[in-house]
């Protein structure tokens, strides 16, 4: 459980520093705001899952601005913060049945969840530090290692 708790905490740190280097650089681009609100709202969906609570009709690729980012990266902190400080280590391996915005039904483990959250919003992070660049602006290091220092 720990190793998921610090993956989480550096999720958050990393969502903060994306939300930062776009914040100072007027980045209200819309490239940018679209994968990064896009991380977002599928941070909000699994976390509506792991709540037993159904997804489906949160849009996972809203038309949010960098205010309703910043807004959701608050949160999403607090809800993971808060859903991870409460969960018992041996429940990891519950599986959780959840549909697809398609409808289709699934389930999977909440480790597998947990990680695929981490795992997914890093993606998408590496996504915008890309188009940072192609942007003529310098990528946010948003390395777990550099996190861990």
Known sequence: METIKTMFEHMAWANERILDVM????KDNKGFIRLFSHLLMAEKVWLTRLKGMDSQAIQIWPNFNMA????????????????LSNHQKNNLENLII????????FQNSIREVLTHVALHGQYHRGQI??????????????????YTR
């Open 23 to 26: 914040k100072t650089n007027n």
């Open 68 to 83: 309703d980012c910043e807004k959701l990266v608050k949160e999403n902190n607090e809800d993971y913060s808060n859903l």
């Open 98 to 105: 959840y549909k697809n915005s398609k409808g289709t039904e």
């Open 129 to 146: 530090n890309q188009q940072l660049r192609d942007n003529g602006l310098e990528p946010v290091n948003i390395d777990f290692i550099t």
